[in-house]
Nanobody, 124 residues
Framework: QVQLVESGGGLVQAGGSLKLSCAASGGTFSSYTMGWFRQAPGKEREFVAAIGGRFGRTGYADSVKGRFTISRDNVKNTVYLQMNSLKPEDTAVYYC?????????????????WGQGTQVTVSS
C-alpha cells in the first residue's frame, strides 16, 4: 500500500509561483509513475503532469506546458510540481497519484493510489 501526502498549496497572485510536493511511503518509489491532477469546482478532474518510474520520462497537459515542471527525488521519495506564471484558471485542488509503471500515464483511472489533495488559489 502506498501513502501519498501533498503539501505546498496556497494563495498566490496571477503571475506568481508555487511548488507542490508529494511525499510517498509504502512502496518502491523509484518504480512508480507519479502524476499530478487537478480538479476545479464544478469541473472534472484533469491531468496536469506525470513522471515515469525508472527512466523519469515526463509528460504535460497542453494547458501547463512551458509553465509547470514535474520532477522527482528518489532519495526523498518525493515528487514536485513547480508552477510558474500561474493564472486564475489554475485554481483547483491538486492531487498526487502513483502507479507501479515506467509509462507516462495521463488518465486518472490508471492510478490506484491518491493523496488527499492540496488547494491552489490564484487571484487575478
Amino acid at each position: 500500500q502506498v501513502q501519498l501526502v501533498e503539501s505546498g498549496g496556497g494563495l498566490v497572485q496571477a503571475g506568481g509561483s508555487l511548488k507542490l510536493s508529494c511525499a510517498a511511503s509504502g512502496g518502491t518509489f523509484s518504480s512508480y509513475t507519479m502524476g499530478w491532477f487537478r480538479q476545479a469546482p464544478g469541473k472534472e478532474r484533469e491531468f496536469v503532469a506525470a513522471i515515469g518510474g525508472r527512466f523519469g520520462r515526463t509528460g504535460y497537459a497542453d494547458s501547463v506546458k512551458g509553465r509547470f515542471t514535474i520532477s522527482r527525488d528518489n532519495v526523498k521519495n518525493t515528487v514536485y510540481l513547480q508552477m510558474n506564471s500561474l493564472k486564475p484558471e489554475d485554481t483547483a485542488v491538486y492531487y498526487c497519484a502513483a502507479r507501479n509503471s515506467i509509462l507516462v500515464l495521463t488518465t486518472g483511472n490508471e492510478y490506484p493510489y491518491w493523496g488527499q489533495g492540496t488547494q491552489v488559489t490564484v487571484s487575478s
